[in-house]
Nanobody, 118 residues
Framework: QVQLAESGGGLVQPGGSLKLSCAAS????????MGWYRQALGKQRELVAS???????NYADSVKARFTISRDIAKTAVYLQMNNLKPEDTAVYFC????????????WGQGTQVTVSS
């Protein structure tokens, strides 16, 4: 069973930075795409950033130029560097992975809380 474990959330002031980590239980090349979603209180879960097995990245417009997704193949981990955080970035952040299999299998981490507040 694939497991994804997030870490790195917390409380930060507006303008601050946090780095989220997602440790996968197997090689990240097992997955067609890995990414980060977030869900704010009372809102739908939304895609924040993703990275394909080939290294192509994609970002939500609201985080472009502020967030960076990256990976460490040796550590089977994916990261989300978040800079210039805003109160509207407050949410639970989830690591996500999609397999190459057809039909695709989707995996989620348990989530990590990010709170941006002064």
């Amino acid at each position: 069973q694939v497991q994804l474990a997030e870490s790195g959330g917390g409380l930060v002031q507006p303008g601050g930075s946090l780095k989220l980590s997602c440790a996968a239980s197997e090689s990240i090349f097992t997955f067609r795409v890995m990414g980060w979603y977030r869900q704010a209180l009372g809102k739908q879960r939304e895609l924040v950033a993703s990275i394909t097995s080939g290294g192509t990245t994609n970002y939500a417009d609201s985080v472009k130029a502020r967030f960076t997704i990256s990976r460490d193949i040796a550590k089977t981990a994916v990261y989300l560097q978040m800079n210039n955080l805003k109160p509207e970035d407050t949410a639970v952040y989830f690591c996500h992975a999609r397999s190459f299999a057809l039909p695709p299998q989707y995996y989620w981490g348990q989530g990590t809380q990010v709170t941006v507040s002064s």
